[in-house]
């Protein structure tokens, strides 16, 4: 008889045993659930910022791709055009000047090297070397118009895949006066052409 308590208190643990290891792996599969949860919603998360990151280092890349090109061609045309065209262009020189100087350090803060990568503006500025006198003002307005709408559109766009405060505030700041640029170039594309 004194066996008998023996092999109850022996069913007893092994019972005991069996409730408590059901429920601890229970509680595992309840703890993976939300890790696979979380590690789904960080994978996302994480895509969402690299896509955000290429998406602003495309536009400082292009901003200052067109600035450049901007500075070269108002350089050229204030050595090779008449007077409005030359206070035109030296007024986009400082514009852009400025405007690449904060890309620059914009850039620099968040790491991203700015190349300049686009030969479009540099066949822009050889075009507008080989262009004669008497079609350089022509020329030049035309290329400077393009060159702004770019810019503008690259601004804009911008502004609408961005929430990023500090880009924000630099289109905000140098929007109006792209507009203004463009709307003078446009003014004196009718005096000369």
């Known amino acids: 008889m004194k066996a008998m308590p023996l092999i ?3 069913i007893l643990k092994v019972f005991f045993l069996l409730i408590v290891t059901s429920f601890s792996a229970c509680g595992k599969k309840e703890h993976q659930k939300p890790n696979s949860f979380r590690e789904e919603v960080f994978s996302q998360n994480n895509k969402q910022q690299i896509d955000k990151e290429q998406v602003e280092t495309s536009f400082f890349i292009a901003a200052a791709n067109v600035s ?3 500075i070269s061609k108002s350089q050229f045309a204030q050595k090779r055009s008449e007077i409005p065209i030359q206070e035109l262009s030296k007024k986009i ?3 852009q000047n400025q405007l690449l100087q904060r890309i620059s350090e914009m850039a620099n803060k968040k790491l991203i090297i700015i190349t300049d990568i686009n030969v479009t503006h540099k ?3 050889y075009e507008l070397i080989d262009t004669d006198e008497n079609s350089f003002s022509r020329t030049y307005l035309n290329s400077i118009s ?5 810019q503008i559109n690259l601004f804009e766009k911008i502004s609408s895949e961005t929430n990023d405060e ?7 700041q140098y929007l109006p006066d ?5 709307r ?8 000369f052409i």
Do not use: H, P
């Open 123 to 125: 066949r822009d500025l």
């Open 93 to 95: 020189e400082e514009n």
């Open 166 to 172: 500090k880009i924000l505030k630099l289109v905000l």
């Open 178 to 182: 792209q507009y203004q640029l463009l």
């Open 8 to 10: 109850k208190a022996a």
């Open 68 to 70: 450049n090109a901007l």
């Open 146 to 150: 393009e060159s702004l709408s770019e």
């Open 184 to 191: 003078e170039t446009q003014r004196l594309k009718t005096e």
